[in-house]
């Protein structure tokens, strides 16, 4: 199929910046935040990664699609990404494992494709005018109604996405053959790839929805708690925030992400969103104790305020080398720890698979102590 | 960790000529070392032969030694410099193996020096296959299986072990003989038995066969916290079973999943950990079966390589000077990105277009080679080029190649190339297999018939396919689509119906397609296209390479361009001038003339001037980032140049300076209105134009030899009767000695026409007076335009016949007489002024019963530039840059002929060991890929050392061989003397013998080869023979001696075949035995002069 005979597709973003390119997903017109990616492989985990629920996700790697989609790498139940927006995309699929094409996936799946975009000029005008909304369609190309629209809908900030993507009702991951510790899953859009860490870590693992009280998660009688990532602003999930703040002392916690920003508020520090937010896979985040440097995966529009934390019993423990920004942190007393990237990496490096071990150390240390008592 | 403050010298080993295998990415990587070290105050002492390179510039290191690299050496230079380390991994393979050398030599102990980035035992671990092996296998990594067998039952067990297909090789034989592939236990049983009989020891080592797997490589960085980054990934285009300097690759890598790229690079650090390299840079290829995903580890080099420096050039990542960095104490993230200044070293590049390198082959001048590609290198440069797609970087880097195609074109009609040959040149690698995987396309084969003919990976294939459909819609877009009126109002094109839309001509551009290669398709010629499109606003933008995918600003200028909708580039108000380089490597055109190009930039920016560098070639120092004011990596064609002009609109562009390859666009450059500085293209035509320079020397009253051109063979043969033989004969349409031959008579002249004519498309054939027994002799001078001063006069040690660039020479010359240098040097003032050269000057004149013959002219830089400016301790090319931009040679202070009281011998390098079967016979056709330098006190001491440079050590006893013609024969008894004198055994055949007996020189006599005897085979084979010298005449003498000067290439003997280099060879011999070697850096030279 030659790109003219492609239907086209044009994206408008809010301050009137449009890009004209072809489809090569399923046809309609959507709204979300547009934010740029800078993983070079991936694709198909990104795709399914729920963090990404109310966003469009334009790939700076403009080669898309080349290995096609196969039934392992999957981070969810279904692709969340709202559109996705490449350069080119491979019109076939070449790998042992890929059992159809990107474009079929995403047509299947009903996500917007669009392809033929100038994707790094997109990209540098994020950056530099930060991210921001957009809508993509299929179905109207005049520019000026696309841009109204895309005004008139509604922002990341302050809104609850994680109800979009956690899961319906508490389940039980796959039982590793040995067990040694229990762990609950607070999911607000939780990576397979978390729990698939866990269960290597033999965890016996039960996740449960987001609005799960914590009084039903402590019924459980955890070793630990993991608060996932997700999607959107942590100050619109506010009821998640809440639960957190009674787990805290009551169990070993570890968060990631969405799951470390609600620590963060939980324990009295802010958020904030920052320009552009981080989204690939080629980020170092300096350990303060080592000293060692971990090539990271990271995804957040949002991010805990560094300063707001230095008054509380909190101390960071991760920084973000390429802007200084918090990547992690730690209560000074209580087994209570989070980073703001993803060790269970998926798309990207395995650098800070360490961190799941560290989990695993501070719920043996605290069982140790309930023990004695 | 901060710097070591323990540290404050440092040795650093080069890598020595440029052979194949081991090019510039190595004075590349070198240069940012020695930068890098001196930014941070620490001294650098440099070791190298290899006068042509940038690191050898007498600013970049505190001593450069422009010296042999052998142990030996190392050691005297080590006990006079007392370095506190040496950094090994910087120096390609040569100077890993050296400094192991030296390491077990105890020279690093005895003087207290440490081996920093790669210790010993990480470098050992990492050679050793054995080492290796053991050490993957303790990391729980994967290695083809192999087995050792001494006997056929054991070999049938290994088989049962390993499974077919395997690769089964003897050990201890010469070239791999008898080896083979398996692929059933039919051909197992044959080559196993066929391998132990062949090998000495009856040992035969079985291995997996993965040939055909998809092969990758990762550039590995660590510090000493153990902080570990990924700089790129490549895949080779070409799967496994081409060396991977033979492939087309491609960055990053394209097929590979996350998870299998994660795996890989998981096993990327745990190599380098436990290998142990403590800093710096690693490569490491694994193999991946396409079939089920199965990676296995093949080799680390603990050390910066070409995959290095392509790397860097790929990402923006100078990987050779972080490596040095480390090396001294820091750590990654204590290191600044240049790129982006404000995010640290320490992340690992996004890279957001594609990169793809093609290799550059050579096989024209090795016509006894076949161009089959293996598992030993064979390319002699490589182009990289950079798109948004695939596709478009290949077309790029097609171009980019200089080997006449316009992109991914048709020489040839797939309509006219049989299957078999397709399937043949599919199934074989071979130097020109990407473009048969086009004809199969054209010929209606599937994706999956090319995959099950070649295992490249479907991905690629389909890749091709889609130029090859977007070609074919070009060849028969229909007329309804064109704006047909719109063309017919412009008068130049009003009668031609190009039937192409402009979104087929955007997505022609976007697909890498060349203005000249769509006007091939459409019958057009460029300019038509070029000036149809532009009307149309289809122009190339140019982007960023800034190693973060835009992610943050960039503030280095390195960019190439595409056809988008955003154009990156910052065109300043400053004065610029553009500098365009030579493109990939060749035999010809090499490391010599980027010198020249990285001195223009750097002269001018002292100037003030803004500089701009355009090339292709990721190995050179000229492509690195920092060395111009900007860097445009693009091919140098003119469609691409002129669309960077038109961009930066420069004040003067440089064509001089880059070899053959810029000056081939001169003229068209011109013609478009392009500010050309320094000598005039009219002179630059008037040079190089056979007719006119006839007319120029006989206004000048300047001996040229008689010469004619012919168009038939009467006409030939008429010329030859006048001017007389032997002559030198070559087609008029051929560069660097492409083709040229010496012919004594009617019969061989005859042929040559024939085989000419199948080639020539019907050009004339130049012919000119054979000088025989002529001295060549090169200078190379400057000039302002109204003053002239020679640089250098260089007497070739080769006589006239031999190609300049293959010929040693020595400077300053040591036998011409003075009126002959004086003729010389009126001649060069009077050509130079009446060519109004501005610039550098190259002039090959021939020097016969003391008349001077002007053989050549070339108004632009030469090959010997280098070696000229490192002799003298002047920048020739520096200054003539400044020159072309009007400087005067009186106001930069050189007015006067330098004087020096050392000599200098240039020495060739020559790559006959990689082409089995290929002549060792030096002639007119230029056939060596380096150079070194030797320098000394006399003429015997620099002669000595630029041979064992070179690496044909001269020895100083033991039997010589000598076999000569007999127009050689009363020379070669003055040699064969000394020889004998100095208490050499000599061997001779029976005419050579007689000649020597009746001088008193004790002969023994062998059978000649040609007569059915190999005794001189056996000498060699057994290691009994010290020195070779054989001078054949005639076609079987050649022919006759051939199988010997190919073993004695084999076995590493010197193996001389003039009787120019054997009187040179004994004067070398002679003055070693009489004093010892010692060493000097070149700044001490140039303090004494």
């Known amino acids: ?373 | 960790m901060p710097k070591r403050t323990d540290i404050k010298k440092i040795l650093i080993i080069g890598s020595g000529p440029i052979v194949i295998g081991q090019a510039c990415e190595f004075d590349y990587s070198g240069t940012q070392a020695c930068k890098a070290l001196k930014e941070e105050g620490i001294k650098v002492v440099l070791v190298n032969s290899n006068p042509a390179t940038i690191m050898t510039d007498p600013e970049l290191a505190d001593a450069t030694y422009i010296e042999p690299i052998t142990p030996e050496i190392l050691e005297k230079i080590i006990a006079k410099e007392k370095p506190d380390a040496l950094l090994p991994t910087l120096g390609g393979q040569t100077g890993l193996n050296t400094a192991i050398k030296i390491a077990e030599r105890g020279v690093l102990d005895k003087y207290g020096v440490e081996m920093i980035g790669a210790d010993y035992e990480a470098i050992k671990k990492a050679e050793d296959r054995e080492c290796f092996k053991k050490a993957m296998e303790a990391i729980g990594l994967d290695l083809p299986r192999s087995a050792l067998a001494f006997n056929m039952n054991e070999a049938r067990e290994a088989l049962a072990a390993i499974g077919l297909p395997v690769i089964i090789r003897p050990s201890f034989t010469l070239g791999g003989t008898g080896g083979g592939i398996a692929v059933t236990e039919d051909e197992f049983e044959k080559i196993a038995d066929v391998g132990l009989r062949n090998s000495m020891i009856s040992e035969i080592l079985i291995e997996e066969s993965i040939v055909g797997w998809k092969e990758y490589e990762l550039e590995v960085m660590r510090d000493n916290k153990d902080n570990v980054v990924i700089v790129c990934s490549i895949e080779n285009f070409d799967p496994l079973g081409i060396h991977t300097g033979d492939s087309i690759t491609v960055a990053p890598a394209q097929t590979l999943t996350d998870k299998e790229y994660q795996k890989m690079r998981d096993a990327a650090i745990a190599i380098i950990r436990e290998i142990g390299v403590e800093t710096g840079g690693s490569n490491i290829q694994f193999a991946l079966n396409p079939r089920d995903g199965r990676m296995v580890v093949i080799e680390m080099n603990p050390r910066v390589s070409r995959s290095s420096a392509l790397a860097s050039k790929a990402t923006g990542f100078p990987i050779a000077k972080i490596a040095a960095k480390l090396a001294i104490g820091y750590t990654l993230d204590e290191i600044r990105n240049d790129i982006t200044k404000e995010t640290p070293a320490c992340f690992e590049p996004a890279i957001d277009y594609c990169v793809v390198k093609i290799p550059r082959f050579t096989f024209e001048k090795f016509p006894e080679a076949k161009d089959i590609l293996g598992i030993s290198m064979k390319s002699v440069g490589e182009t990289m080029a950079i798109g948004r797609t695939f596709k478009e970087a290949l077309q790029k880097g097609l171009r980019g190649l200089e080997i006449g195609h316009t992109g991914l074109d048709d020489k040839s009609d797939y309509k006219e190339i049989s299957d078999e040959k397709i399937k043949l040149r599919l199934r074989e690698p071979n130097a020109s297999r990407i473009f048969y995987i086009k004809y199969a396309l054209q010929k209606g084969y599937s994706i999956d018939d090319v995959f099950q003919l070649t295992s490249i990976d479907p991905w690629f294939i389909d890749n091709i396919k889609q130029i090859v459909e977007l070609e074919a819609e070009i060849v028969r877009s229909p007329q309804s689509i064109v704006h047909r009126q719109k063309i017919a109002t412009k008068k130049n094109l009003s009668t031609i119906d190009y039937g192409l839309s402009t979104a087929l001509l955007r997505r022609a551009k976007q697909y890498g397609f060349s203005d000249r290669q769509i006007a091939d398709l459409i019958n057009l010629d460029e300019l038509s296209v070029r000036n149809l499109r532009k009307r149309e606003g289809i122009e190339s933008t140019f982007k960023l390479v800034d190693t973060c995918a835009a992610e943050f600003e960039a503030y280095t200028p390195y960019y190439y361009s595409t056809y988008e909708t955003e154009d990156e580039t910052r065109i300043s108000g400053k004065k610029k001038i553009m500098i365009l380089g030579g493109g990939p490597n060749r035999i010809g055109q090499g490391i010599e003339f980027d010198y020249c190009c990285c001195h223009a930039s750097f002269a001018l920016k002292e100037l003030g001037y803004e500089t701009i560098m355009v090339n292709s070639n990721p190995e050179t120092v000229s492509t690195d980032y920092d060395t111009s004011d900007k860097l445009y990596f693009e091919p140098l064609t003119f469609e691409d140049v002129m669309n960077i002009i038109d961009k930066e609109r420069p004040n003067g562009v440089i064509v001089q300076f880059g070899g053959q390859t810029p000056l081939n666009l001169a003229k068209r450059l011109k013609e478009a209105g392009v500010p050309i500085i320094g000598t005039s293209v009219k002179s630059i035509d008037r040079a190089e134009n056979r007719d006119k320079f006839a007319r120029l020397v006989r206004k000048l009253k300047i001996n040229q030899p008689a010469n004619g051109s012919a168009v038939s063979g009467e006409e030939a043969e008429k010329i030859a009767k006048r001017i007389g033989y032997p002559i030198l004969v070559r087609p008029s349409y051929v560069l660097g000695g492409r083709a040229m031959k010496i012919v004594y008579d009617n019969v061989s002249l005859g042929e040559f026409i024939k085989e000419a004519k199948d080639t020539s498309r019907e050009q004339p054939i130049l012919i000119d007076k054979f000088l025989e027994g002529a001295i060549e002799v090169d200078v190379d001078a400057l000039s302002d335009g109204e003053q002239t001063l020679i640089g250098g006069i260089m007497e070739h040690i080769e006589e006239a016949g031999v190609h300049s660039g293959d010929s040693a020479c020595v400077f300053p010359p040591h036998t011409l007489s003075d009126d002959v240098i004086d003729t010389i040097r009126e001649y060069t003032y009077k050509l130079s002024k009446e060519l109004k050269v501005k610039g550098l000057l190259n002039i090959q004149f021939a020097v016969k019963n003391d008349t001077v013959y002007v053989l050549e002219v070339n108004p632009r830089a030469s090959r010997t530039v280098p070696f000229v400016s490192k002799a003298l301790g002047v920048p020739l090319a520096k200054i003539a840059a400044k020159l072309m931009v009007g400087r005067k040679l009186r106001e930069l202070g050189y007015t006067k002929e330098k004087r020096l009281n050392h000599i200098s011998v240039k020495e060739s390098v020559l790559p006959f060991s990689k082409f089995s079967g290929v002549d060792i016979l030096l002639g007119p056709e230029m056939k060596s890929t380096g150079e070194v330098m030797g320098i000394g006190s006399s003429f015997g001491i620099a002669f000595y050392k630029a041979q064992i440079a070179a690496g044909q050590a001269l020895p100083v006893k033991g039997k010589v061989f000598i076999s000569v013609k007999n127009d050689d024969k009363r020379d070669i008894v003055f040699v064969a003397k000394k020889l004998y004198d100095m208490g050499f055994e000599i061997i001779a055949t029976k005419g050579t013998s007689k000649v020597f007996r009746s001088n008193n020189i004790e002969t023994e006599v062998v059978g000649k080869i040609g007569e059915g005897d190999s005794e001189i085979l056996e000498l060699i084979k057994k290691g009994e023979l010290n020195l070779i010298i054989n001078t054949p005449s005639g076609q079987k003498g050649q022919s006759d001696m051939k199988p010997m000067r190919n073993s004695a290439v084999m076995h590493g003997i010197p193996c001389i075949t003039t009787i120019q280099g054997a009187q040179a060879a004994v004067n070398g011999i002679e003055t070693i035995l009489k004093s010892d070697l010692s060493v000097k850096s070149i700044q001490e030279y140039i303090e004494e002069s």
């Open chain 1, 1 to 373: 199929m030659s790109l003219n005979k492609k239907m086209n597709a044009v994206i408008a973003l809010e301050d009137g910046t449009v890009f004209k390119g072809k489809s090569f997903g399923a046809a309609g017109e959507r709204c979300a935040e547009i934010v740029f990616n800078t993983s070079m492989t991936g694709y198909q985990e990104i795709l399914t990664d729920p963090s990404y629920k109310g966003q469009f996700v334009l790939m700076t790697y403009p080669l898309i699609g080349n290995y096609g989609i196969n039934p392992e790498d999957v981070e969810s139940r279904e692709p969340f990404v709202e559109g996705f927006i490449v350069k080119e995309c491979s019109r076939i699929a070449s790998n042992w494992r890929s059992q159809e094409t990107l474009r079929e996936y995403l047509k299947k799946n009903k996500i917007l494709g669009i392809e033929g975009i100038d994707t790094r000029a997109l990209t540098r005008h994020i950056r530099l005018k930060g991210a921001m909304k957009a809508v993509i369609s299929t179905v109207d190309t005049n520019e000026k109604n696309l841009v109204e629209r895309v005004k008139a809908s509604p922002g990341l900030i302050g809104r609850d996405l994680v109800k979009k993507v956690t899961c319906g009702q508490t389940y039980t991951w796959p039982q590793p053959p040995e067990k040694q510790f229990k762990v609950v899953v607070l999911d607000c859009g939780v990576k397979f790839n978390i729990l698939r860490e866990l269960a290597e870590h033999s965890c016996e693992i039960t996740v449960v929805p987001a609005t799960t009280k914590s009084d039903e998660i402590l019924k459980l009688k955890p070793d630990g708690v993991l608060l996932s990532n997700g999607p959107g602003d942590p100050e619109g999930v506010s009821y998640v925030v809440e639960t957190v703040k009674e787990l805290i002392g009551k169990v070993p916690i570890f968060g990631i992400c969405l799951g470390h920003q609600m620590l963060g508020l939980a324990l009295g520090g802010r958020t904030y969103k920052l320009k552009f937010g981080h989204h690939g896979a080629n980020h170092p985040a300096k350990n303060l104790k080592t000293g060692r440097i971990a090539i990271t995966v990271q995804n957040h529009g949002f991010c805990v305020d560094i300063n707001s934390l230095s008054k509380k019993d909190v101390e960071v423990t991760h920084i973000n080398l390429n802007d200084n920004t918090c990547e992690g942190l730690k209560h000074k007393s209580l087994p209570v720890f989070s980073v703001q990237f993803h060790p269970e990496a998926s798309a990207g490096p395995n650098d800070a698979k360490y961190l799941f071990h560290e989990f695993m150390k501070t719920m043996r240390k605290h069982s140790a102590k309930k023990n004695r008592h």
